[in-house]
T-cell receptor, first 114, second 110 residues
Framework: AAGVIQSPRHLIKEKRETATLKCYPI?????VYWYQQGPGQDPQFLIS???????DKGSIPDRFSAQQFSDYHSELNMSSLELGDSALYFC?????????????FGSGTQLSVL | RKEVEQDPGPFNVPEGATVAFNCTYS??????FFWYRQDCRKEPKLLMS???SGNEDGRFTAQLNRASQYISLLIRDSKLSDSATYLC???????????FGTGTRLKVLA
């Protein structure tokens, strides 16, 4: 079965640079979520989209933005990168119509800011 | 205080042992509950949803206590491959937020 696809798997950037992370949800899933997980930390909710509209917002810095496109894929744009942005970034998708909808995660993008 | 709390462990148990984890949540509007498993530097993977009546999947049993606002996970006959971090996840009604606990580390020893 198709899973959530994230790219790239690894990304190395320098301070003040920009980065774009991509996420392709499971086919027919209509909701996408972004999480940030620092070393030894639990995943922190950043932002979610339902049917291409922002549906909820968590601890996403103002330097970050995201959107969901017509084909339901999503991109997380990160600008003015800081050392503290180094983390694993996970994308997850779900199907809203299902009650008790479950989250399915991609393999993540490891971002290292030097 | 975090909205979803877990004992970080680690829980070190011998193979074949039974181990239980608890998770407490503070928001009474929480609607859906899950246990995820995460291996080091890998993505969280759904272990099981948690239903009000309690549910079982093989060696794993999950319970929900809405009155006391906690959920539990019981693992019977632990295997070496059960070694991982177990994350409690709570979704609030009317939102798209899934809140993760800090996770409980389990190490099953040979």
């Amino acid at each position: 079965a198709a899973g959530v696809i994230q790219s790239p798997r690894h990304l190395i950037k320098e301070k003040r640079e920009t980065a774009t992370l991509k996420c392709y949800p499971i086919p027919r899933h209509d909701t996408v979520y972004w999480y940030q997980q620092g070393p030894g930390q639990d995943p922190q909710f950043l932002i979610s989209f339902y049917e291409k509209m922002q549906s909820d917002k968590g601890s996403i810095p103002d330097r970050f933005s995201a959107q969901q496109f017509s084909d339901y894929h999503s991109e997380l744009n990160m600008s003015s990168l800081e050392l503290g942005d180094s983390a694993l970034y996970f994308c997850a998708s779900s199907l809203k119509q299902r009650s008790n909808e479950k989250l399915f995660f991609g393999s993540g993008t490891q971002l290292s800011v030097l | 205080r975090k909205e979803v709390e877990q004992d970080p462990g680690p829980f070190n148990v011998p193979e074949g042992a039974t181990v239980a984890f608890n998770c407490t949540y503070s928001n009474s509007a929480s609607q859906s509950f899950f246990w995820y498993r995460q291996d080091c530097r890998k993505e969280p993977k759904l272990l099981m949803s948690v239903y009000s009546s309690g549910n079982e999947d093989g060696r794993f049993t999950a319970q929900l206590n809405r009155a006391s606002q906690y959920i539990s996970l019981l693992i019977r006959d632990s295997k070496l491959s059960d070694s991982a971090t177990y994350l409690c996840v709570v979704k609030r009604a009317g939102t798209y937020k899934y809140i993760f606990g800090t996770g409980t580390r389990l190490k099953v020893l040979a």
